[in-house]
């Protein structure tokens, strides 16, 4: 039994430390959002497997975890460590992020198009209350949901993209976020909001990483990104966890879209002990499109949950999900993709896919599609299946040759990918092909031809 | 070459070879013919190391080696090569990435070098000429979506990229039209060669027009109750296999 209390009020007393510092830094104007979701997390507390939402992933570690408010910008990150952990090939701009502390020694605004801003949310926040106000806070609901209650009262620092109407930013944005171990078990609240105006296209890529991958020492990592899609924007959005093995990551993705947007969201998930991706979209236009994209690799006793909600307030929007894990070991995944589709939302298309392969005997998934459908003539479909590697294929496999831990891994390595070929940033999917074959043994024997 | 001697083997605990003795020298060609259920398959499977098939009794020697000790991917690297019946879908996984995986499998259980991609594809390319091919197909996933005649003829095809020393074809003609047939066969006859040999195991004496046997056995029952020259496929086609069937009573071994 977790006591609640207890596990809330170490939060609290960060968050009063934190409020004096926020007026001065001309963050008053936000100060009533992060005392409603201060008081709303007291009064949510940690959520426990008898919530329907958390149904599969037990929280508990982290409530019983004495993690401390992560303090400023840790210097041990060099920027060798940066240019391992950044996206290869060209950005347009990227920021870093340490502890969820900007890092400007570290970041690279780059040469972005006229009139694009990329840079400090928190500098932005103290600068530019204008920009911020109507959005900040303001998708992200967190009356219902404690992590987003929590990271709205202490957000630190993340990345604000704004993109005027009118506007293509060709290369990625790179958003950065590096973990460092620290004496006591850190608590982290990093914070997006990426506004982009009609017209206009912009690919970010979020990546969750720590210098010390292997290391045992647990963090807990409470990021949130809102993205708002204009009229006709497209956006793109990848988010990669690569967090250190004893860590624990609880992120959402919250993104509304206007008529005729489209985005796309991938989440990779390869790294931490736990790891939680809640994904709404609320499809608030005519003509949007919403394509959701996850694929997660786990061995050990590593736990990864996908929680998606998107829902079709309007007609004439399309939505697909299309899921994927590999679990080894005792790991264990869940997946709930609901679907909201509202009376008005006539024709709309979701389609939801979630494909399992589990590689061990003590492996687990729970699977769970949830259509809430209140319109009459739409088209939604779901399906959702578990297999193990296919002992026909491996033996022809090895009838050419091929031994069976690689033969394991060609087919291993193909049932992912499929999950990576809507990667439009071909430098990024070869960085996660890698980082597949990186989990798979024999790899050398898979390297691509051509 | 290959020797098999006295061979019994299982599945579920159903005995289908019962007793099969054949040897197989360099160069030659043996052509296996028989009714359904008599084990042409299964011995097919067996050489190639099918773990779903229990090898009760009897030994297997393949160049002087014990094969049946061998795992699949050993024996493949050894020189033996299956080309399956049923061609396996591997969907995710494409042909050269497949093709460049087994060819540096074999290389390396040889001591030789691991072929490049630039290596690979050359080779890769210079091969999909002998079963007529494009070079396309290389670019898709193994066998996915391939029709009948185009999973045979990529059976020959990785044939010829792997090189084998004793090729065992399981029916690799049935189902396939003429032209395919023709193709199929040409593919074997261009890789016959003084130190290879072929098993071909077929259900039909067609094929056997267009590769023309040294050796035509004919299995019943689990064991080879006739071998000939291929005149004596000549004369199943005619006959049928009940004659046989009726002069062994199912019991009776014949020699070469």
Known sequence: MIDTKDSTDRYQASFQQRETALSAAGQAWFLPTRQAAMSRFGELGFPTTRHEEWQHTSVAPIARTAFQHAAGVDAAVSPADVQRLALPGGTSARLVFVNGWYAPRLSDLGDLPAGVRVGSLDETAGRDPALLEPHLARHAAFDDHAFVALNTALMQDGGLVYVPRHTVVERPVELLFIATPGAEPRAIHPRNLVLVDADSQVTLVETHATVTPGDGAAYFNNPVTEIVAGDNSVVDHYKVVREAAAAFHVGTLQVHQFRSSNVSAHVVSAGGTLVRNDINALLDDEGGECNLYGLYLIGGEQHVDNHLRVEHARPHCDSREFFKGVLDGRARGAFTGRIVVHPDAQKTDAKQSNMSLLLSPHAQVDSKPQLEIFADDVKCTHGATIGQIDDEAIFYLRARGIGEAAARSLLIQAFAREALAGVRIEPLRRRLEELVLARLPEANLLQETA | MLDIRNLHASVEGHEILRGLNLKIGPGEVHSIMGPNGSGKSTLAQVLAGRDTYQVTAGEVLYQGRNLLEMEPDERACAGVFLAFQYPVEIPGVNMS??????????????????????????????????????????????????????KKR???????????????????????????????????????????????????????????????????????????????????????????????????????
């Open chain 2, 97 to 150: 990435h497949f093709l460049r995986a087994a060819v540096n499998a074999v290389r390396k259980s040889r001591g030789e070098e691991e072929l490049d991609a630039v290596d690979f594809l050359e080779l890769a390319r210079a091969r999909t000429e002998i079963v007529g091919l494009d070079e396309r197909f290389l670019g898709r996933s193994v066998n996915e979506g391939f029709s009948g005649g185009e």
């Open chain 2, 154 to 256: 990529n059976e020959v095809y990785q044939m010829a990229v792997l090189e084998p020393t004793l090729a065992v074809l399981d029916e690799t003609d049935s189902g396939l039209d003429i032209d395919a047939l023709r193709i199929v066969a040409q593919g074997v006859n261009r890789l016959r060669q003084a130190d290879r040999s072929f098993l071909v195991v077929t259900h039909y004496q067609r094929l056997l027009n267009y590769i023309v046997p040294d050796f035509v056995h004919v299995l019943v029952d689990g064991r080879i109750v006739k071998s000939g020259d291929k005149s004596l496929a000549l004369h199943l086609e005619e006959q049928g296999y009940a004659w046989l069937e009726k002069e062994t009573g199912g019991e009776v071994t014949a020699g070469v």
